[in-house]
């Protein structure tokens, strides 16, 4: 049972346009949901996060979305950036606890 | 070093032989985890520890495989009698809190394990 979906295993993106990555999730008890990114041979890095509490978050170029109604994010990269091809991977977390369920992932790439 | 280091890199076994995993996170960090990771999947959760407790192993797929973490720092992840479906990265990974909203999980670089 797949419990954080994201259903687009990768995408292309040009140089400065937007990149918009989606996720699903399915258990009500998530509560915080986090975006992490990672590069071959590597361990995923954090990226960003957001609570519940909240529908937006922003750092800098990027930004997640939270619709809790629909149960989906959305983390939006602008502009991108050739150092921004990785895999991202959605995360959730449910009271509060540190155990992080991750999607599949979507691999990005952007095209200089 | 600064990150959470993991050896070995790269772990070749033959079906049935014993395999340790070793992790060491982050001086200081309380919480440690153990993730597997498929090809082409996302990392799966296998085992929480808090210092030296281990409070959740729910995600261990048989009693083939087994963690410690006996100083509540260095932690072996071992795995019995592997298994060709036991190929994967695993990735540890530590953090200074205990809760998810205030401290981030850092990842080491996982230990690549294939069995023939």
């Known amino acids: 049972d797949q419990q954080v979906k994201q259903n687009s295993p990768s995408l292309s993106v040009q140089e400065g346009r937007i990149s918009i990555l989606n996720c699903d999730y399915t258990?009500?008890?998530?509560?915080?949901f986090l975006w992490y990114k990672k590069y071959p041979a590597e361990g995923p890095t954090f990226l960003i996060s957001?609570?519940?509490?909240?529908d937006k978050n922003e750092d800098g170029r990027f930004t997640v979305f939270l619709n809790k109604s629909a149960k989906h994010l959305s983390l939006h990269i602008v502009p991108s950036q050739p150092g921004d091809s990785a895999v991202y991977f959605c995360?959730?977390?449910?009271?509060?606890?540190?155990?992080?369920?991750f999607g599949t992932g979507t691999k990005l790439q952007v095209i200089p | 070093g600064a990150g959470v280091s993991q050896s070995p890199r790269y772990k070749v076994a033959k079906r049935g032989q014993d395999v340790a995993l070793r992790c060491d996170p982050i001086?200081?960090?309380?919480?440690l985890f153990w993730y597997q990771q498929a090809l082409g999947q996302g990392p799966e959760f296998l085992t929480y520890?808090?210092?030296?407790?281990?409070?959740?192993k729910s995600g261990l797929p048989s009693d083939r495989f087994f963690a410690e973490r006996p100083e509540g720092s260095v932690s072996t992840l071992k795995i019995q009698r592997t298994q060709q479906e036991d190929s994967a990265v695993y990735l540890c990974?530590?953090?200074?809190?205990?809760?998810?909203?205030?401290?981030?999980?850092?990842f080491g670089e996982g230990s690549r394990l294939t069995v023939l």
């Open positions: 990974a530590s953090s200074l809190a205990t809760r998810t909203n205030t401290g981030e999980l850092f």
């Open positions: 520890f808090q210092n030296e407790a281990q409070l959740d």
């Open positions: 995360a959730a977390s449910a009271g509060g606890y540190q155990k992080v369920t």
């Open positions: 957001i609570s519940s509490i909240k």
């Open positions: 258990n009500s008890m998530f509560d915080y």
């Open positions: 001086s200081g960090h309380v919480s």
